[in-house]
């Protein structure tokens, strides 16, 4: 039998012993040390992420999506920031409304614009925050493709369009002949678009389709509004009638590069005093504890920007290209003829007016989500409202809480 190759003797001596205890413990220091420098430099960032910069000033970060609806944030940025006093405002762009949610739900954001029904949904999951203004008003339409449009008569001038029965008519017609539905793209299930497209069609005596499997002769489809232009191009070429409910400049584009027509506004379908409520500007309790005198000096600027967009389209010329140069510097996919069409003074589809608190004006929202299924129950208007003082003056922005 051929012996087996002998083995180095496995065991530790006692003077090996105390070598790799005295090795393993000062990895484990190393280690213990490197990870308690971890969480303090982690610490550290946070809390001068949210404390006064060295300026004095403090961060105010607000989330906004790539919209006519968030010009203002825009114009705000660029032609205020360097005056604010209180404030250092960064404005940071989401790609869609579920990401901006999450984006403010997790504390990356102090401010964020959000569309009405949504954030009284998010309200209803979680009242950590508190609705501090209107970030315009009125200002999304219902664009049909060509299919949808050979259908009907539409007006040449857009203003002449408006929510009539023709439309409707054409939509019955086509789910009473074929048994489908036609898909309508939102920017969100729990959008002011779904209010609206389910108010026009309530209003001919049809139903909308919030989910799947329910008999309608339209069903909403969830899109980003950046895809909803090339939606309506497609489903022309299939020759599929399609169309969408979605904000400005979009269902501008589609007109302006001939993907389809514009047939209605919401201004017409939601009439209100002043415009009807849109867009939101929520702030988290967090934010509204610490950083109080700067939120509202934010939100202060952004209505001296609302005005300068008013003022400039007004104008025109020198004014407008002002304003467009502003806005293209952070959304260029928006053409200069989608943003002057969508800031047409004499259609007047939006408006940046009022943007204070109107109580009155989102009820009228909420009770129409409500009764549509867009929100399942109503919210306390009351506990979600806010005001945040009487606005500053000049000399007086950045002095006091």
């Known amino acids: ?31 213990f040390s490197l990870t308690t420098l971890t969480a303090l430099v982690t610490a550290t960032s946070v809390a001068a992420s949210q404390s006064a910069t060295p300026s004095g000033r403090t961060p105010i970060t607000a989330a ?27 404005i940071r762009q989401m790609k869609n409304w579920n990401l901006l949610r999450a984006h403010f ?4 954001s102090d401010l964020a614009f959000v569309m009405a029904p949504l954030a009284m949904a998010m309200f209803q999951e979680d009242s950590n925050f508190r609705w501090v203004g209107l970030m315009h008003r009125d200002g999304n339409a219902l664009a049909i ?5 050979s259908w009907i008569d539409l007006p040449t001038q857009r203003e002449a369009r408006k929510p009539k029965a023709q439309l409707a008519h054409s939509i019955q017609r086509y789910r009473q002949s074929t048994g489908r539905a ?20 309530k209003s001919q005596g049809l139903t909308l389709a919030i989910t799947p499997n329910v008999n309608a002769p339209v069903q909403v489809r969830p899109l980003a ?22 904000s400005l400049p979009f269902a501008d584009v589609v007109e302006t590069e001939g993907f389809g027509k514009i047939a209605w506004y919401s201004k017409d379908v939601l009439p ?28 202060h600027y952004i209505q001296r920007a609302a005005q300068d967009i008013e003022s400039a389209r007004q104008q025109g010329g020198a004014a407008m290209e002002s304003i467009i ?20 003074p004499n259609l007047a589809v939006i408006n940046y007016n009022h943007l204070d608190i109107d109580k009155p004006g989102l009820k009228y929202i909420m009770d129409l989500a409500v009764e549509a299924g867009i929100l399942t129950h109503e919210i306390d208007i009351d506990a979600f409202a806010i005001q945040l003082g009487t606005v500053p003056s000049e000399g007086e922005v950045g002095d006091g809480d």
């Open 105 to 108: 739900r997790e504390g990356q």
């Open 182 to 201: 036609i898909p309508v793209a939102v920017p969100h299930l729990q959008s002011t678009h779904a209010v609206a497209l389910y108010q026009y069609l």
């Open 272 to 299: 209100w005093p002043k415009g009807h409520v849109e867009c939101i500007a929520v702030a988290s309790d967090q934010a509204l504890n610490e950083k109080l005198a700067a939120i509202r000096e934010v939100m």
């Open 1 to 31: 039998m051929s012996k087996q190759p002998s083995r180095p003797d496995q065991r530790i001596s006692p003077r090996n012993h105390k070598s790799t205890l005295k090795r393993l413990t000062q990895a484990l220091l190393v280690g």
């Open 145 to 149: 493709n060509d299919v949808m449009a």
């Open 325 to 344: 140069t502003d806005i293209r510097k952070h959304i260029p996919a928006h053409s200069p003829a989608a943003i002057t069409a969508s800031l047409n």
């Open 225 to 246: 509004p950046p895809k909803s232009p090339l939606f309506l191009r497609e489903k022309s070429q299939r020759q599929q009638p399609a169309a969408f409910e979605q």
């Open 64 to 90: 906004y999506i790539p919209l006519a609806d968030h010009y203002a944030a825009i114009i705000a940025y660029e032609r205020y920031s360097p005056q604010m006093q209180r404030a250092t405002f960064q």
